[in-house]
């Protein structure tokens, strides 16, 4: 039977660092987002493709988040180490983020909204199974869900 860790109060504190940090990170989307109906039509291009430049580099570091955790040394004395399984989900989201690039900026968009849905799902389960830390999710739920309703306004604007 698998051990499930159950979190303290404690150890679901996200640190400060990675929660400003995190704030800050989200800064652009909302900005672009917000600005967007606002500006003329050159402009607002400009700023679209900003959105979805910025939303590919972000999903790429999600990404390098997880081939992190597929690396510690922890993870290396265990019988899978560092796994295909582990580090292929790691390199997914810049592959992802790299194809919205490609693609028609409308659907590049939602593609990179989908994506993040996605990755958010992906740290969950790591963190339930002890691979991610226990605030993880503490940290990805909100930053994920304004992330997603700036993709998302930012594209239908």
């Known amino acids: 039977m698998k051990h499930i860790r159950l979190p303290s109060d404690e150890t679901c504190r996200v640190p400060h660092a990675a929660k400003w940090l995190g704030a800050a990170g989200v800064i652009p989307f909302v900005t672009i987002a917000i600005?967007?109906?606002f500006l003329s039509d050159p402009l607002k291009y400009s700023?679209?493709?900003a959105l979805i430049a910025y939303g590919a580099v972000i999903l790429s570091f999600l990404g390098g988040i997880h081939w992190g955790l597929?690396?510690?040394p922890s993870r290396e004395e265990?019988?899978?180490g560092a796994s295909f399984q582990g580090l292929g989900v790691s390199v997914l989201p810049a592959l992802i983020g790299w194809v919205a690039l490609l693609v028609a900026p409308s659907v590049g968009i939602f593609i990179l909204a989908i994506a993040f849905g996605l990755v958010l799902i992906v740290d969950l389960a790591a963190s339930r199974k002890g691979e991610a830390p226990a605030w993880y999710p503490s940290l990805r739920w909100p930053l994920t869900v304004t992330v997603i309703a700036?993709?998302?306004t930012g594209g239908l604007a």
Do not use: K
């Open 150 to 152: 700036a993709l998302l």
């Open 47 to 49: 700023t679209f493709l």
């Open 78 to 80: 265990r019988p899978d």
């Open 70 to 72: 597929s690396i510690t």
């Open 35 to 37: 600005s967007g109906p």
